[in-house]
C-alpha cells in the first residue's frame, strides 16, 4: 500500500530505516484506561484518535491490512487503500 512506501521512502532526522509498524506494535501502545484517544498523551501529545494502518496483512485477504484506531482502542482489519494515518517507526537503538 502507498503508507507502507510512503515510510520506507521517508527521510528523517537523519535515518532512512523508517517502516509501518505490525500490528502488535501498534496495538501495544493502546492504553485500555483512556479514550478519544486510547494512548498516553504525556508520551505521544499529537495522536489523533484516528485509524492508523499497520504493516501486517489480514490472513484471509491481501488486499487488507490491520488497523489500530486510537479513538477506543479498536483493532481491527480492513482493505487497503481507504483513507488513514501512518506512523512511521524504525529499530530503537539503530
Known amino acids: 500500500p502507498d503508507c507502507e512506501k510512503r515510510c520506507a521512502e521517508l527521510r528523517l532526522l537523519g535515518f532512512d ?6 500490528r502488535a ?3 501495544g501502545l493502546i492504553d ?3 479514550h478519544e484517544p486510547a494512548i498516553d498523551t ?3 501529545p499529537r495522536v489523533k484518535p484516528r485509524w492508523h494502518w499497520t504493516s501486517t496483512p489480514c490472513a484471509w485477504s491481501s488486499a487488507s491490512a490491520w488497523l489500530v484506531l486510537f479513538d477506543y482502542g479498536d ?3 480492513s482493505r487497503r487503500g481507504y483513507n488513514g494515518f501512518a506512523w512511521a517507526v524504525r529499530r530503537a537503538g539503530q
Open 42 to 44: 504525556a508520551l505521544f
Open 75 to 77: 483493532v481491527y482489519c
Open 32 to 34: 485500555d484506561t483512556r
Open 25 to 27: 506494535e501498534l496495538s
Open 17 to 22: 530505516d523508517w517502516r509501518l509498524p505490525t
